[in-house]
């Protein structure tokens, strides 16, 4: 930020404001470092506000419990990626280089918390408040699926009607096992993720062109029926 910017910035924002602003990104900060070093479950609110440089209660009044900075460092990442995940979809290429292009958005902006996804991979009970499919993260889920929704929008799939409003839905699914896969990858750079997302994209939007064939009709109720007993409509 140039001194100009910041000047501009000073004179808009409160110096309450900016200190208020200030104390959270340090506080957040400081319990993702304790939390990459030893754990979530292990990890204190008396040892984030500690490295913090805050009293206790300081940090109670940022975040009331560990789960509040979990859900704060998912909304800031997907705020960092939407930029690149609105550049992707503007290239308006093929299905499967969109996906491809989604999903190493994903992998590289969590590269340098791969540890910490780690620690919260145990978390997918739909009753648990971090779980990726639970009420509290509602908000965070269905921004991300816009993206999906948006991904097979641009390729004009001819995908059948009792299937298709499912589709994104399924992507998105499917980037999940993938970031699920590459937490566990102890491969060198995770090169084994690499491979398993190259090859299942190239089957999977193969799948999804062969969808439309007529001889495959039969199977479009069935798997309609399915969809919908999964997702409950």
């Not at 930029?83 to 093929?94: F, I, T, Y």
């Not at 690499?194 to 069935?222: F, I, S």
Request: hydrophobic share 45%; charged share 25%; proline share 6%.
């Amino acid at each position: 930020m140039t001194r100009a910017t910041r000047a501009a910035v000073e004179q808009v924002v409160p110096a309450p404001a900016r200190k208020s602003d200030e104390t959270r990104r340090r506080i957040l900060n400081a319990a993702l470092e304790i939390f990459r070093e030893r754990g979530l479950e292990a990890a204190t609110m008396r040892e984030v506000a500690t490295a913090a440089g805050v009293a206790v209660g300081a940090a109670y009044y940022y975040f009331p419990a560990k789960d509040a900075i979990v859900l704060a460092f998912y909304e800031e990442a997907q705020h960092v990626m939407r930029p690149a995940l609105e550049a992707v979809l503007a290239r308006k290429a093929s299905l499967e280089a969109t996906l491809r292009g989604i999903i190493q958005t994903k992998l590289n902006t969590f590269a340098d918390n791969r540890q910490l996804m780690s620690a919260l991979a145990s978390h997918v009970d739909p009753k648990k408040p971090l779980s990726p499919f639970s009420a509290e993260t509602a908000h965070i889920r269905e921004s991300d699926l816009h993206f999906f929704q948006q991904a097979v929008m641009q390729t004009k799939l001819k995908l059948p009607k009792n299937i298709a409003p499912y589709v994104p839905r399924l992507l998105w699914l499917y980037q999940m096992g993938v970031l699920l896969f590459w937490v566990y990858d102890e491969s060198p750079e995770q090169h084994r993720t690499a491979v398993l997302l190259d090859r299942t994209l190239k089957m999977l939007t193969v799948g999804l062109r062969l969808a439309a064939l007529p001889l495959l009709r039969p199977l479009h109720r069935l798997a309609g029926d399915l969809l919908e007993v999964v997702y409950g409509d």
